[in-house]
């Protein structure tokens, strides 16, 4: 088993640009992989490759053993006319739709070697939805046995081999299987069950079977979403850390008259006008491609479905590059309700996704709603503040409203207040914290203020209500830790410097710490900074 089959070149989020290495090739990741039909096929492998760019595709091998293993040294390349990287899977999503199969573990095995399979799959046993806890544990279990089993099978092979992760919306025996499996020298991971829980659009539930998934695997192997491939969930699992992807969907809705979009899935017969501009849909209106026959609509749609599935992964491949993978995944989200649920759900995982998110990827963060607290960016500014609570020793704590332009140690405001406080406090004002605060980061040190991306964000105005909160809730809790004698909030009178007070108040209250709250219309007038010397100067001498 090769320990170089996949080397890493970008990141976003935990979403990577990666090159996977096979013995057919190299592919770059992530990577949608077509379904082929080895019976058959309506878009062949070869025109795939040519005109589509697929690089990669996956077919079965447990049909093509039923139905040509009689051939004479059958080469599953010549089998589907296909000079790429072909994966093949075992014939586990047989086992979920027909209850079982007629072959053994080591049979598949040992014919996916024969034919000269790229990529292979043990036979796994599925784990499905909505079966008993007690059937979903056998799932697991018995998977893990026939991974174990396969090692020595698979030993030295060149084919790299999927070692697959069961457990469905169980997340404890995700878990556990993801731990477990991860032990095992498997190149690649996949995780299994998911396309019923994509059919029943519960993209939260699989977010966090992602995530189980994820936190319990080698950070270095490639992770496939097995069976899932609509546009409009690519970027949200690439940005769990998904590298491969495959789907018969493209084909199958086609059959059922649907057009998908990065946005979802329409009938044909509703549409008007084509919202793409791939070959078919600069070619044909919709009345034509209505009119058609059925075969020739059938192959029309296939082929729109699989041009918009790829050119969906290279828009994510160009975020992950540009660092707006999180940007993308929003947008994508606004398509249904059930993956902006999705995405509310990635903040009580914001720990994780900020700890496998590269630190700075060079541009401005962009805060829509309260989703964007999740943000990586969010959560480190939060780590990092923790960090700095522990060296606030002063004897003042001023917490002021920030001034409008950033970054805020830059602009006129504070540095008039910078100077005032050394002509007028002498050393007394080496004692004085100067923090800002603002939505959605809460607090800012002065001496933080140019760190990223404290100076290169914008937020939509005003801040929604749990955004609102969020930043009250920051501001009060390290009002709650930091170590000084006084406290003093400088506020203005918008609806921020309501909540921040507010909680502030609440805070010290029940720390029994005094706050003094100079309240005015604008925090930075003339009036307002000649109130907070003088409580400065009190405080001051106080101390001295
Ligand atoms: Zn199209």
Known sequence: LSAMAFELRDRDLLGRIGRLNTKGGAVETPAFMPVINPVSQVVPPRRMREEFGCEIVITNSYIIKKHFSEQQE?????????DGVITTDSGAYQILVYGGVETSPDEIIRFQQSIGSDIAVILDIPTGWNVPREKVEWTVEETLRRAEAALPLIEGDDTLWVGPVQGGAHLDLVERS??????MPFPIHALGSPTEVMENYRFNVLVDMIMAAKRNLPQDRPLHLFGAGHPMMFSLAVALGCDLFDSAA????????????????MKLKDLSYLPCSCPICRKYGADELKGMFKGERVKALTEHNLHVTMAEMETVKQSIVEGTLWELMEARSRGHPALASAMKGLYKHRGFLERGSPSYKG??????????????????????????????????LVLISAPPKRPYNKTQEYKSLARRLKKELGDDSERVQICFYSAPFGVTPAELSE????????????????????TAENVATFVA????KNVTLVRGDDELDRWVTARCEDVCEEKGREIEVISRPDAWSEETIDELLSILKRNGKGEA
């Open 74 to 82: 059958l080469k599953v390349h010549q089998l589907i006319d296909y």
């Open 178 to 183: 993801a731990q477990r499996v991860g032990k």
């Open 250 to 265: 493209y084909a199958l809705y086609a059959k059922a008259g649907r057009y998908l979009t990065t946005l979802g899935t």
């Open 363 to 396: 541009r401005g963060v962009f805060i829509f709603d309260s989703v964007g607290l999740a943000r990586p960016e969010v959560t480190r500014h939060l780590r990092r503040l923790e960090q700095f609570i522990p060296s606030v020793r002063q004897n003042n």
């Open 451 to 470: 760190t990223y991306p404290l100076s290169q964000y914008e937020i939509s105005d005003p801040p929604d209500i749990e955004t609102f909160v969020f």
């Open 481 to 484: 830790e930091a170590d000084c």
